[in-house]
Nanobody, 122 residues
Framework: QVQLVESGGGLVQSGGSLKLSCVAS????????MSWYRQAPGKERELVVA????????NYADSMKGRATISRDNAKNTVYLDMNSLKPEDTAVYYC???????????????WGQGTLVTVSS
């Protein structure tokens, strides 16, 4: 069973930086899309960044371009989200998402982590 566990959230002042981690386990496929989403209070969940496993495509939300970087450590099965110049409006629960095609189910599946809270104070 695929599992994702995020960590690294916390309280940071406006203009500060934070690095989130997402450890993935239980998967054997090699082609997937790893994404970070966030959900602010009272708002819908939105995409922060999505990256393909082959490194060929990475897409950032306009609001995070230039302020966020996704990276991964394959040896640790970990994906990171580095964020800088944080603003109060970046306050949200940040979720890790793994999307992959399941041959068994013959469809695209997604797995979500439990989320980690990022609070940016003004």
């Amino acid at each position: 069973q695929v599992q994702l566990v995020e960590s690294g959230g916390g309280l940071v002042q406006s203009g500060g930086s934070l690095k989130l981690s997402c450890v993935a386990s239980g998967y054997t496929f090699t082609r997937y899309v790893m994404s970070w989403y966030r959900q602010a209070p009272g708002k819908e969940r939105e995409l922060v960044v999505a990256a393909t496993s082959d490194g060929q495509s990475t897409n950032y939300a306009d609001s995070m371009k230039g302020r966020a970087t996704i990276s991964r450590d394959n040896a640790k099965n970990t994906v990171y989200l580095d964020m800088n110049s944080l603003k109060p409006e970046d306050t949200a629960v940040y979720y890790c998402n793994l999307g992959y095609y399941s041959a068994h189910a013959d469809r695209y599946l997604e797995v979500w982590g439990q989320g980690t809270l990022v609070t940016v104070s003004s």
